[in-house]
């Protein structure tokens, strides 16, 4: 068990819900949820419980509710879909439990729409007689719903084709036709982390994830450890799944530990009219008309999927239409994209709205079971594709068009060096920097009551300046690395670490801090709220023992270093001896300075990695060791743990990151395996653009955005650093297109939300009534920084899909697979049926050539920059051995390729 103490963020948390979080990994007894226990009971859990056990799982029901007490599989004793252990501690009014029902209904007539909630006020439902074959329990659901709705509601729970089915009856009794314009099935499961160590957590805990996709859509609940079975909520009879909506009413303590509960909406119009007005929904909002005297019935069925990786073929098997996008549904403007239908229908019609938006044409797949399309993003947005089968079926599909990747990040690069760089006189010395924005005002962000916002430490802070840096590794511009020299040099180097005595390269927490007795009056605004734990003192400010801003700062110099050895011409105020040293010391100095915390994974640790491999390879061997035995340290210790992913808060999805390259590096496989499959638990592929490879992050809109809330975050940092794990685990198993397919999602999905004119926000808000961009660029750097180290071009084949490009478009032609590059740094290519890993320190791949026949690789490179007269290129091979066919010298373990006038070809022969 892992014990770990109060930090500052779960304090932050604590102010502004009024509860105090003691520890990181366990969260005893809070005041919200002892006000929740003074609330009276309504469920009648004395009356017992009906029991059924079905072909997968057993059921329990509480007597006089019928709403679900216990979900388990029978294949394990003692773990619990649903959150059974906290049953009578959720008894009371407004508290939602599996087999609930939400409506919004308007009679003929009404000009409003009158809302009905079966949680609302619990009375005991009126059982009926089961005597249909398959049915467990049957109830009228009136007693529990106000006498004036205009509809009898019966709900039943049964068998059907081995499946646990929920299905609601809705029979108008009344002499006026009834418009159903919001039905809502609260999905109730077991993902509140609350009081739980991590163990007990990954053992007892689930997520799930929404695949919004009308009647395609389904929900998958998966466990924390990221192990088998996973629960899949899919229709049952005609109920899309048409939008996905927190149940806010819901008196549950929503917080770090818990994210809240949601609802499966059939139809929403009633939402769109009213709370969702001025968003355009992922689908079209529907409802529907029930005359007098007719039933409608609408309901979900539970299966289990015997691990992750086999959801699809689960749904497959359930005959659910099962869709794959390559590289996934973040269509970069220029690249070529496929989608694969799996479904024994034929498909009637493709509608693109808006118009124009995508192209789709008819494409052919080596599984010919597959009906097979071509892709192209061409309107940059949001995208919907909405597939009609003949049976009438119903799949929608959300695509995101972003640019062409070179023009979004060099977009990225001039407004985080334009707009957001700031370089007034300022009494808190953070000039010459770039300083976060908010994009709502078109303005820098220079004060808030969250000093680190304005301070440039922290993610919140650091993240327009590390994604400044970030950028440059991926596409170096003279103009802006100008710029960031000065940063580095003098704000960094000078402000935002210790410039003096022993704690030189110690990391303050905030630049910007709030102590008005020695600043100049009416330097802060009076309209921020300065009363608040947020509003560090300078003292406070200057703190340096918090581990997770180093790893900025050490990015920072390691990208000056990169510029500076493999380029001429880019830095000219220091050698690159300088920057390495800067980074190798800030990087010792977080397990001195900040000891604590650096006993956890770091969020952007990969570059303590990167920067050993940079110290061996250039010969600074006590340097390197230096560095190895500290991260050696770290690793040993996780590598006692079970699930070592501690971190400041009770759950965290980011430093996993780091325990995965540490672990794998060191060759603890099994702590490298137990990390991805926690990493698979909470990063789901689903088609659609916002939950592809997202990571769960659902409480940094807190510290980093500008809607502040508890609050599914689509795309925040976690999708850009996850996929570095993902992704190398993929590069070790190259047969493994499920890793392929999750790890890109997140790579692309970190530069996703990326606008047309080149701002970076925190996340995009996942709730229906937002939809949007968050307005601050918080904390985004990191996200980048993902992007930044992992961008790189898949080459692979599937024995169903045939050969696919991830980062590239591929042609075939006379049994060679041509690939031209798209990514923005055209800097990493991969072939997965060579396990040639094929990367550039400098130079630019244009295109790559693979013969599968007889395993010879051309790889044509683009000619000389001003700055970039060589190429250095490293070879990875796994399984088999290489040749050049060109004689080439060898610098710091990489080939020397001189660069010409022209694109210059080079050849290898995987043997």
């Given at each position: 068990?892992?014990?770990?103490?109060?930090?500052?963020?779960?304090?932050?948390?604590?102010?502004?819900?009024?509860?105090?979080?003691?520890?990181?990994?366990?969260?005893?007894?809070?005041?919200?949820?002892?006000?929740?226990?003074?609330?009276?009971?309504?469920?009648?859990?004395?009356?017992?419980?009906?029991?059924?056990?079905?072909?997968?799982?057993?059921?329990?029901?509480?007597?006089?509710?019928?709403?679900?007490?216990?979900?388990?599989?029978?294949?394990?004793?003692?773990?619990?879909?649903?959150?059974?252990?906290?049953?009578?501690?959720?008894?009371?009014?407004?508290?939602?439990?599996?087999?609930?029902?939400?409506?919004?209904?308007?009679?003929?007539?009404?000009?409003?729409?009158?809302?009905?909630?079966?949680?609302?006020?619990?009375?005991?439902?009126?059982?009926?007689?089961?005597?249909?074959?398959?049915?467990?329990?049957?109830?009228?659901?009136?007693?529990?719903?106000?006498?004036?709705?205009?509809?009898?509601?019966?709900r039943y729970w049964q068998v059907v084709n081995g499946n646990l089915v929920l299905l609601f009856k809705l029979k108008n009794t009344g002499s006026r036709t009834v418009e159903i314009g919001a039905l809502g099935m609260p999905m109730i499961f077991n993902n509140i982390l609350q009081g739980e160590e991590l163990e007990q957590a990954h053992a007892r805990n689930v997520f799930y994830d929404p695949y919004i996709g009308k009647d395609a859509g389904y929900l998958q609940v998966t466990r924390l450890s990221g192990k088998g079975p996973v629960l899949l909520v899919t229709p049952y009879g005609h109920s899309p799944f048409e939008a996905y909506n927190p149940l806010l009413t819901d008196p549950t303590p929503k917080g770090i530990d818990f994210e809240g509960f949601y609802e499966w909406m059939v139809h929403s119009k009633a939402y769109a009219e009213t709370d969702w007005k001025k968003v355009e929904p992922w689908n079209k909002p529907t409802s529907v008309l029930v005359k007098p005297g007719q039933t409608v019935e609408y309901g979900v069925q539970f299966a289990l999927s015997?691990?992750?990786?086999?959801?699809?073929?689960?749904?497959?098997?359930?005959?659910?239409?099962v869709a794959v996008g390559v590289p996934g549904y973040v269509l970069p403007q220029g690249a070529d994209g496929s989608l694969f239908l799996n479904y024994g229908k034929k498909v009637k019609s493709i509608l693109v709205e808006p118009a124009g938006a995508l192209s789709v044409t008819p494409a052919s797949a080596e599984n010919k079971i597959l009906q097979a399309y071509h892709v192209k993003g061409h309107i940059w947005g949001r995208a919907r594709l909405t597939i009609t089968y003949t049976d009438g079926l119903c799949q929608t599909i959300s695509y995101?068009?972003?640019?062409?990747?070179?023009?979004?990040?060099?977009?990225?690069?001039?407004?985080?060096?334009?707009?957001?760089?700031?370089?007034?006189?300022?009494?808190?010395?953070?000039?010459?920097?770039?300083?976060?924005?908010?994009?709502?005002?078109?303005?820098?962000?220079?004060?808030?009551?969250?000093?680190?916002?304005?301070?440039?430490?922290?993610?919140?802070?650091?993240?327009?300046?590390?994604?400044?840096m970030m950028k440059q590794l991926v596409q170096p511009d003279k103009a802006e690395i100008a710029k960031l020299q000065e940063f580095v040099n003098h704000t960094l180097f000078g402000n935002i670490q210790h410039s003096e005595g022993p704690q030189k390269y110690g990391v303050k927490k905030s630049v910007f801090y709030y102590q008005p007795d020695s600043i100049p009056k009416g330097a802060y605004s009076d309209s921020l709220n300065w009363k608040t734990w947020a509003a560090w003192s300078h003292k406070d400010a200057n703190d340096?023992?918090?581990?997770?801003?180093?790893?900025?700062?050490?990015?920072?110099?390691?990208?000056?270093?990169?510029?500076?050895?493999?380029?001429?011409?880019?830095?000219?105020?220091?050698?690159?001896?300088f920057y390495l040293n800067n980074s190798h010391e800030t990087a010792m100095a977080m397990v001195k300075q900040a000891p604590y915390y650096a006993q956890f994974g770091q969020m952007e640790g990969t570059i303590f990695y990167l920067l050993?491999?940079?110290?061996?390879?250039?010969?600074?061997?006590?340097?390197?060791?230096?560095?190895?035995?500290?991260?050696?340290?770290?690793?040993?210790?996780?590598?006692?743990?079970?699930y070592p992913f501690g971190s400041e808060m009770p759950w965290d999805s980011t430093g996993q990151e780091e325990v995965y390259n540490w672990s794998a590096y060191f060759g603890y496989t099994d702590k490298a395996e137990v990390t991805i499959n926690a990493i698979l638990g909470y990063m789901p592929t689903v088609p659609h653009w916002g939950y592809n490879g997202s990571a769960r992050r659902y409480w940094d809109f807190l510290y980093g955005g500008k809607l502040s809330r508890i609050e599914r975050q689509l795309h925040h940092y976690g999708s850009g650093l996850n996929a570095i794990p993902v992704l190398t685990e993929y590069r070790s198993h190259p047969s493994d297109l499920y890793l392929l397919r999750v790890g890109y999602g997140g790579l692309m999905g970190s530069v996703s939300n990326i606008t047309r004119d080149g701002f970076g926000p925190a996340a995009f808000h996942s709730y229906p009534s937002t939809l949007k961009i968050d307005g601050l660029s918080g904390d985004y750097g990191p996200n980048f920084f993902g992007y930044a180290v992992n961008s790189a071009t898949y080459i692979t084949h599937d024995k169903n899909f045939g050969w696919l490009a991830f980062g590239g478009n591929l042609k075939k032609d006379k049994g060679l697979i041509k690939v031209d590059i798209t990514t923005a740094s055209k800097s990493r290519v991969f072939i997965a049926p060579a396990g040639l890993w094929l990367t550039l320190d400098a130079g630019?791949?244009?295109?790559?050539?693979?013969?599968?026949?007889?395993?010879?690789?051309?790889?044509?490179?683009?000619?000389?920059?001003?700055?970039?007269?060589?190429?250095?290129?490293?070879?990875?091979?796994?399984?088999?051995?290489?040749?050049?066919?060109?004689?080439?010298?060898?610098?710091?373990?990489?080939?020397?390729?001189?660069?010409?006038?022209?694109?210059?070809?080079?050849?290898?022969?995987?043997?």
């Open positions: 068990m892992q014990t770990f103490n109060r930090s500052f963020r779960n304090i932050f948390f604590a102010m502004l819900f009024a509860s105090a979080l003691v520890s990181t990994t366990s969260v005893r007894a809070q005041d919200p949820w002892k006000n929740l226990e003074k609330r009276p009971s309504t469920l009648n859990l004395d009356k017992g419980f009906l029991t059924f056990k079905t072909p997968a799982f057993r059921l329990k029901l509480v007597k006089a509710s019928q709403t679900i007490a216990a979900l388990q599989p029978n294949t394990e004793k003692d773990f619990d879909y649903t959150p059974a252990a906290r049953l009578a501690q959720r008894s009371s009014n407004e508290m939602y439990h599996l087999g609930d029902i939400n409506l919004r209904l308007k009679t003929e007539g009404d000009t409003g729409w009158t809302k009905y909630a079966t949680a609302t006020n619990r009375v005991d439902v009126i059982p009926l007689e089961t005597k249909q074959a398959g049915v467990l329990a049957a109830s009228d659901l009136s007693p529990t719903l106000p006498a004036n709705i205009p509809l009898k509601v019966q015997p691990s992750i990786k086999g959801i699809e073929q689960k749904l497959a098997e359930q005959r659910r239409p995101k068009v972003i640019k062409a990747e070179s023009d979004l990040v060099k977009d990225f690069g001039r407004f985080l060096t334009n707009e957001q760089w700031f370089d007034k006189p300022d009494t808190f010395h953070r000039n010459p920097s770039v300083i976060t924005y908010d994009y709502e005002k078109k303005q820098q962000v220079t004060q808030d009551s969250r000093v680190w916002i304005a301070g440039l430490s922290d993610e919140g802070g650091a993240g327009s300046w590390l994604g400044a340096v023992g918090r581990s997770y801003n180093y790893p900025h700062v050490t990015a920072a110099h390691w990208v000056m270093y990169r510029l500076a050895r493999n380029h001429n011409g880019l830095v000219t105020q220091q050698n690159w001896q050993l491999m940079d110290l061996k390879a250039e010969g600074w061997g006590d340097k390197a060791i230096s560095l190895e035995t500290e991260m050696r340290k770290r690793a040993d210790h996780w590598r006692t743990l079970q630019i791949f244009k295109t790559v050539t693979y013969n599968p026949v007889n395993g010879k690789v051309t790889v044509t490179l683009d000619a000389a920059d001003e700055f970039t007269p060589k190429a250095y290129l490293r070879v990875q091979q796994s399984g088999k051995a290489y040749k050049s066919k060109q004689k080439l010298l060898m610098d710091r373990g990489a080939y020397v390729i001189p660069l010409g006038g022209k694109p210059i070809e080079l050849t290898l022969l995987v043997i």
